[in-house]
């Protein structure tokens, strides 16, 4: 006898082959429709909302007056809600999205006054490793999910996460529609094709319990399901059970029987990635690539900029009323309390993370919907980041130390990343004086700096009569000119105009000299003061030379600041001006710094790189070549000519940097304008795309910096980036989610019975790193999350292949020799050729010894620009550098600094990259009277030590997870 756990849902992409207020009138629908069966048939139990949470918003923005029928159907159990959010792609979301994702869930859940404890994920295109992990930390111990599980894997399993977290997963073995259209009218039919269903599971099956998933994507509830299930249960011959059950219920039975029969499980560990028995849909890696683009940038200032930061400043201005409601009238711009804006930008964030969103597996409509959220969650993230940058400034003691003489202002320089920072960092700044400056640090060395400033003045004039300016000059010394200090007076008669003429200079950063300012302005009134009231005067306002300041900032603290001083110089400003340098066909154009050299090849330019430190030459290093795809959103799939075609380089120069060059390459790509739709290879007709390359080697920095701009003209192709890769590869690690994951070089063998051919191509966060004996080549990128490591035929050497952008023009397609049937509806895609764009790309290069934790804060460094900011001469409570938070261990990765969901405390989390215990010292230098480690979803663990000087030290595991959180109050 077999329990059928017949469970009615639907799946509901919120937007995808229609635009999202297109689907949400369906919604509107299918949730009105619900109400009815429940409201009149009490034997129809359950239904499932799909397990996230964003869909109960949705709904009752059009039907707010159904609120309270919603309500009491989930604390019922009649509906079922959470854990999610959203559904989202898990490889091309953060891994903190990924936990903002629960907690959201989890706080609606909590509105609603009910959640479903499983991690169901019916559709993603793959598993992270670490999703049991993640799962556990919201007290999650089951999951139900289809896709990247090999056929040889039963309908009962545990899965298990690189640190050794275990789930028990229900394996939607033929998906989550298995009886998505059952029952039919006809009840003999129905019980049928019930058996039927049973019967193509029962191979696959380890346990009596079967899940039987009575839904799919955007389908309404089948009203006829109760009578169905009776007529069923009285009539099956085989006398199983059909129960209209829930998720819950049926991993409860789940775990009863295995309990009580002694079942062995199967046990899988890391990443569900198999393409056998269901589409992987790895092209979603790279289509659209804007998208990704994007949302790097959004999730980068959200995770390392806005929400650490906002702690910072929240705790210095508010102290241990940090976070709690506002009871004190504030008196600066900033907004305390600033949770609820940091949370509404993650939410209109993950709106763009389900999966059809982030994928750019969607009609152009929908994804042109995504621009205003990203819009939105820049604005607020700028907003948010500069009011908590601004609000520390005031804290810090910018006043010259001891050794910097003669200082005019400060420059801090914020770095956001979670390892130090060294490279240049460049600011506007704006002096009223034609003097010449030197850049001094801490110590007063002179710091290498490019000061150019414009030829042209800022300044205002107007005209008033000498009543009007004594009110003017009232409202001046009291509160300074539109927020500016002023820093000198004079008056004088213009002959020329036959008018009195006021000179001021201000200055929103140099304070001035009170007592000289007081005696100049005493001087001008005496002299307005002789003058008939009524008299014309100019006031001409000088603010300043509008400048550009660049630097090289060494050894900027993770999560911190450092100050630098501009100051008077008695020297004469030698610096070089550099130019534009065309090189000339004959010449070699390269680049050097201490640790490494670069030599341009000007046939394709691509470049050689030797590491002065081995040795060790890499050659073929930034390769563009396009190569041709006949596929569509969701899968790559190469041309018959499947050669690749390279740059024609047009010129090349060495572009003038601050204080040293890049080397430019300006190119053309002929390139087949697009398919062949006769013999689907790419045509015979071609077109130029063009672009430009720079290449830069900082100094001090053993890493290549390379830009690619990039104006796409061709259609169906697909554009990388190559590297080769000349040494024997014994392993290949990529940047992944709260993991450093290994994957296997080679793919495996398969045949045309696999649903979809694996593919070279796979999914990164900041790096990939390929490692051989003692030496290695790591890629570090911003926002281009598709890579592939491929051996080249009969040699020891391989191949690092980064997408910059794929080219196609159809949502799906049924014809693709490397996937069975469609993916999607057949909707045609213009803008997902990406056509007419001006693209712009950035990659770092990191040679290094074949250690792969020292290469990586390279990488990490290299997500996030520093913030730099100039800010006036002051005293304050925080010294002239300094950070929130330090970590003993290099092996120990911080992710996250964020308030807490108590509002009494702040997290700091991390994972332990190695494959071994770790004891980790994290000091806070945030007010914190007390600690304790905490599970993702911030629920108590157990107690930690807090030393005087705010410190913590704990074990961690290898590959765990730890969440610490620090709070206000003992």
Same mark, same amino acid.
């Given at each position: 006898?077999?329990?059928?756990?017949?469970?009615?849902?639907?799946?509901?992409?919120?937007?995808?082959?229609?635009?999202?207020?297109?689907?949400?009138?369906?919604?509107?629908?299918?949730?009105?429709?619900?109400?009815?069966?429940?409201?009149?048939?009490?034997?129809?139990?359950?239904?499932?909302?799909?397990?996230?949470?964003?869909?109960?918003?949705?709904?009752?923005?059009?039907?707010?007056?159904?609120?309270?029928?919603?309500?009491?159907?989930?604390?019922?159990?009649?509906?079922?809600?959470?854990?999610?959010?959203?559904?989202?792609?898990?490889?091309?979301?953060?891994?903190?999205?990924?936990?903002?994702?629960?907690? &959201?869930?989890?706080?609606?859940?909590? !509105?609603?006054?009910?959640?479903?404890?499983?991690?169901?994920?019916? =559709?993603?295109?793959?598993?992270?490793?670490?999703?049991? !992990?993640?799962?556990?930390?919201?007290?999650?111990?089951? /999951?139900?999910?289809?896709?990247?599980?090999?056929?040889?894997?039963?309908?009962?399993?545990?899965?298990?996460?690189?640190?050794?977290?275990?789930?028990?997963?229900?394996?939607?073995?033929?998906?989550?529609?298995?009886?998505?259209?059952?029952?039919?009218?006809?009840?003999?039919?129905?019980?049928?094709?019930?058996?039927?269903?049973?019967?193509?599971?029962?191979?696959?099956?380890?346990?009596?319990?079967?899940?039987?998933?009575?839904?799919?994507?955007?389908?309404?509830?089948?009203?006829?399901?109760?009578?169905?299930?009776?007529?069923?249960?009285?009539?099956?011959?085989?006398?199983?059970?059909?129960?209209?059950?829930?998720?819950?219920?049926?991993?409860?039975?789940?775990?009863?029987?295995?309990?009580?029969?002694?079942?062995?499980?199967?046990?899988?560990?890391?990443?569900?990635?198999?393409?056998?028995?269901?589409?992987?849909?790895?092209?979603?890696?790279?289509?659209?690539?804007?998208?990704?683009?994007?949302?790097?940038?959004?999730?980068?200032?959200?995770?390392?900029?806005?929400?650490?930061?906002?702690?910072?400043?929240?705790?210095?201005?508010?102290?241990?009323?940090?976070?709690?409601?506002?009871?004190?009238?504030?008196?600066?711009?900033?907004?305390?309390?600033?949770?609820?804006?940091?949370?509404?930008?993650?939410?209109?964030?993950?709106?763009?993370?389900?999966?059809?969103?982030?994928?750019?597996?969607?009609?152009?409509?929908?994804?042109?919907?995504?621009?205003?959220?990203?819009?939105?969650?820049?604005?607020?993230?700028?907003?948010?980041?500069?009011?908590?940058?601004?609000?520390?400034?005031?804290?810090?003691?910018?006043?010259?130390?001891?050794?910097?003489?003669?200082?005019?202002? @400060?420059?801090?320089?914020?770095?956001?990343?979670?390892?130090?920072?060294?490279?240049?960092?460049?600011?506007?700044?704006?002096?009223?004086?034609?003097?010449?400056?030197?850049?001094?640090d801490e110590n007063g060395n002179l710091v290498d700096k490019s000061l150019t400033f414009s030829d042209y003045a800022s300044f205002e004039e107007h005209i008033y009569t000498i009543a009007n300016l004594s009110t003017r000059f009232e409202e001046v010394n009291e509160s300074?000119?539109?927020?500016?200090?002023?820093?000198?007076?004079?008056?004088?008669?213009?002959?020329?105009? #036959?008018?009195?003429?006021?000179?001021?200079?201000?200055? =929103?950063?140099?304070?001035?000299?009170?007592?000289?300012?007081?005696?100049?302005?005493?001087?001008?009134?005496?002299?307005?003061?002789?003058?008939?009231?009524?008299?014309?005067?100019?006031?001409?306002?000088?603010?300043?030379?509008?400048?550009?300041?660049?630097?090289?900032?060494?050894?900027?603290?993770?999560?911190?600041?450092?100050?630098?001083?501009?100051?008077?110089?008695?020297?004469?400003?030698?610096?070089?001006?550099?130019?534009?340098?065309?090189?000339?066909?004959?010449?070699?154009?390269?680049?050097?710094?201490?640790?490494?050299?670069?030599?341009?090849?000007?046939?394709?330019? /691509?470049?050689?790189?030797?590491?002065?430190?081995?040795?060790?030459?890499?050659?073929?290093?930034?390769?563009?070549?396009?190569?041709?795809?006949?596929?569509?959103?969701?899968?790559?799939?190469?041309?018959?000519?499947?050669?690749?075609?390279?740059?024609?380089?047009?010129? &090349?120069?060495?572009?003038?940097?601050?204080?040293?060059?890049?080397?430019?390459?300006?190119?053309?790509?002929?390139?087949?304008?697009?398919?062949?739709?006769?013999?689907?290879?790419?045509?015979?007709?071609?077109?130029?795309?063009?672009?430009?390359?720079?290449?830069?080697?900082?100094?001090?920095?053993?890493?290549?910096?390379?830009?690619?701009?990039?104006?796409?003209?061709?259609?169906?192709?697909?554009?990388?980036?190559?590297?080769?890769?000349?040494?024997?590869?014994?392993? &290949?690690?990529? =940047?992944?989610?709260?993991?450093?994951?290994?994957?296997?070089? =080679?793919?495996?063998?398969?045949?045309?019975?696999?649903?979809?051919?694996?593919?070279?191509?796979?999914?990164?966060?900041?790096?990939?790193?390929?490692?051989?004996?003692?030496?290695g080549l790591m890629i570090a990128n911003q926002g281009l999350p598709e890579v592939a490591v491929k051996r080249y035929e009969d040699s020891d050497s391989s191949s690092i292949a980064i997408t910059l952008l794929r080219a196609v023009s159809e949502l799906s397609r049924s014809?693709?020799?490397?996937?069975?049937?469609?993916?999607?509806?057949?909707?045609?895609?213009?803008?997902?050729?990406?056509?007419?764009? #001006?693209?712009?790309?950035?990659?770092?290069?990191?040679?290094?010894?074949?250690?792969?934790?020292?290469?990586?804060?390279? @990488?990490?460094?290299? !997500?996030?620009?520093?913030?730099?900011?100039?800010?006036?001469?002051?005293?304050?409570?925080?010294?002239?550098?300094?950070?929130?938070?330090?970590?003993?261990?290099?092996?120990?990765?911080?992710?996250?600094?964020?308030?807490?969901?108590?509002?009494?405390?702040?997290?700091?989390?991390?994972?332990?990259?190695?494959?071994?215990?770790?004891?980790?010292?994290?000091?806070?230098?945030?007010?914190?009277?007390?600690?304790?480690?905490?599970?993702?979803?911030?629920?108590?663990?157990?107690?930690?030590?807090?030393?005087?000087?705010?410190? &913590?030290?704990?074990?961690?595991?290898?590959?765990?997870?730890?969440?610490?959180?620090?709070?206000?109050?003992?």
């Open positions: 006898m077999k329990n059928l756990h017949v469970i009615s849902h639907t799946h509901w992409d919120r937007e995808w082959y229609h635009t999202f207020q297109q689907f949400r009138l369906q919604l509107v629908h299918l949730i009105d429709n619900l109400f009815v069966i429940l409201d009149n048939d009490p034997n129809y139990l359950y239904y499932m909302l799909d397990g996230q949470t964003v869909v109960l918003e949705d709904y009752l923005r059009m039907r707010p007056e159904n609120t309270s029928k919603l309500k009491k159907y989930i604390q019922e159990g009649r509906i079922l809600i959470g854990p999610w959010y959203v559904l989202p792609d898990e490889f091309l979301v953060s891994p903190e999205a990924t936990v903002r994702n629960l907690l &959201v869930g989890e706080e609606i859940c909590e !509105q609603f006054g009910r959640r479903m404890m499983i991690g169901y994920l019916p =559709d993603p295109f793959g598993h992270i490793g670490q999703m049991p !992990q993640i799962l556990r930390g919201f007290g999650i111990d089951t /999951s139900a999910l289809w896709r990247g599980v090999v056929p040889e894997m039963p309908t009962a399993f545990t899965w298990q996460a690189p640190d050794g977290s275990q789930i028990l997963l229900g394996h939607l073995y033929y998906g989550y529609g298995n009886i998505a259209h059952w029952p039919v009218a006809d009840k003999e039919r129905s019980m049928q094709l019930l058996e039927n269903a049973v019967k193509r599971l029962e191979p696959h099956s380890n346990t009596s319990q079967y899940l039987m998933m009575q839904g799919t994507d955007h389908l309404e509830p089948h009203p006829e399901t109760s009578e169905h299930i009776r007529f069923y249960n009285e009539n099956n011959p085989d006398k199983n059970i059909a129960i209209h059950s829930t998720l819950p219920a049926y991993f409860a039975a789940l775990k009863q029987e295995i309990e009580e029969k002694g079942i062995s499980l199967p046990v899988h560990i890391g990443e569900l990635r198999d393409p056998q028995k269901a589409h992987m849909l790895p092209g979603v890696l790279s289509t659209r690539m804007w998208i990704k683009q994007r949302n790097w940038f959004a999730q980068t200032m959200l995770e390392r900029w806005v929400e650490p930061f906002s702690v910072w400043a929240e705790t210095l201005e508010r102290g241990t009323d940090a976070f709690g409601p506002v009871t004190i009238h504030q008196g600066t711009p900033r907004i305390a309390n600033p949770a609820s804006l940091i949370r509404e930008s993650w939410r209109t964030l993950m709106k763009n993370h389900a999966h059809d969103s982030i994928c750019g597996c969607s009609v152009d409509e929908t994804h042109e919907d995504m621009v205003p959220r990203f819009d939105k969650v820049d604005e607020l993230n700028k907003y948010l980041l500069n009011q908590s940058t601004n609000a520390i400034l005031s804290h810090i003691t910018t006043t010259a130390p001891e050794g910097v003489e003669a200082p005019v202002l @400060a420059i801090t320089v914020f770095n956001g990343a979670p390892v130090g920072f060294s490279g240049m960092v460049q600011t506007d700044i704006t002096i009223p004086f034609d003097d010449d400056f030197d850049l001094r300074g000119y539109n927020g500016k200090h002023l820093l000198d007076l004079e008056i004088d008669f213009d002959e020329e105009e #036959n008018v009195w003429s006021i000179h001021a200079i201000v200055s =929103d950063i140099i304070s001035p000299d009170e007592a000289l300012l007081e005696k100049k302005t005493q001087e001008v009134i005496n002299k307005l003061l002789e003058l008939n009231p009524e008299t014309p005067v100019k006031v001409i306002i000088f603010t300043g030379y509008p400048g550009n300041l660049v630097f090289y900032a060494n050894d900027v603290p993770a999560f911190g600041y450092k100050t630098y001083w501009l100051c008077f110089s008695d020297s004469v400003e030698t610096e070089d001006e550099l130019d534009f340098e065309p090189v000339a066909d004959d010449e070699i154009a390269e680049l050097e710094n201490e640790w490494l050299k670069i030599t341009l090849d000007r046939f394709d330019g /691509s470049f050689s790189i030797l590491d002065k430190r081995n040795g060790a030459v890499y050659e073929n290093q930034g390769v563009l070549a396009s190569v041709g795809d006949r596929g569509d959103e969701y899968n790559f799939t190469p041309t018959p000519d499947d050669s690749l075609y390279l740059i024609e380089v047009k010129d &090349v120069a060495y572009v003038p940097r601050a204080f040293d060059h890049a080397i430019g390459v300006v190119f053309d790509m002929v390139l087949p304008e697009g398919l062949d739709y006769k013999t689907m290879d790419r045509s015979e007709e071609t077109i130029v795309s063009r672009g430009m390359m720079l290449i830069s080697l900082d100094p001090g920095q053993a890493c290549v910096d390379i830009s690619v701009f990039f104006e796409n003209n061709a259609c169906d192709h697909r554009l990388a980036m190559h590297f080769d890769v000349d040494f024997p590869i014994e392993k &290949v690690l990529y =940047d992944g989610h709260f993991d450093i994951v290994e994957r296997p070089l =080679d793919l495996p063998e398969f045949d045309e019975s696999w649903r979809e051919h694996p593919r070279p191509e796979q999914p990164q966060g900041a790096f990939v790193d390929v490692l051989g004996h003692k030496q014809d693709l020799f490397n996937r069975f049937g469609h993916a999607g509806p057949e909707y045609t895609t213009p803008a997902a050729q990406m056509l007419g764009e #001006n693209l712009e790309y950035n990659l770092r290069i990191i040679p290094h010894d074949g250690n792969s934790s020292v290469a990586r804060p390279l @990488a990490y460094a290299f !997500q996030s620009q520093p913030h730099t900011v100039v800010t006036p001469l002051q005293a304050g409570d925080l010294p002239s550098d300094a950070y929130m938070i330090d970590v003993n261990h290099p092996d120990f990765h911080v992710t996250a600094i964020k308030e807490a969901e108590d509002k009494q405390g702040y997290i700091v989390r991390g994972y332990n990259q190695s494959d071994e215990p770790i004891l980790v010292n994290l000091r806070s230098h945030m007010l914190a009277k007390r600690a304790a480690k905490v599970r993702l979803d911030e629920t108590f663990v157990e107690e930690l030590a807090l030393s005087a000087d705010g410190a &913590v030290r704990f074990e961690a595991r290898p590959k765990e997870i730890v969440t610490v959180y620090f709070g206000l109050k003992a």
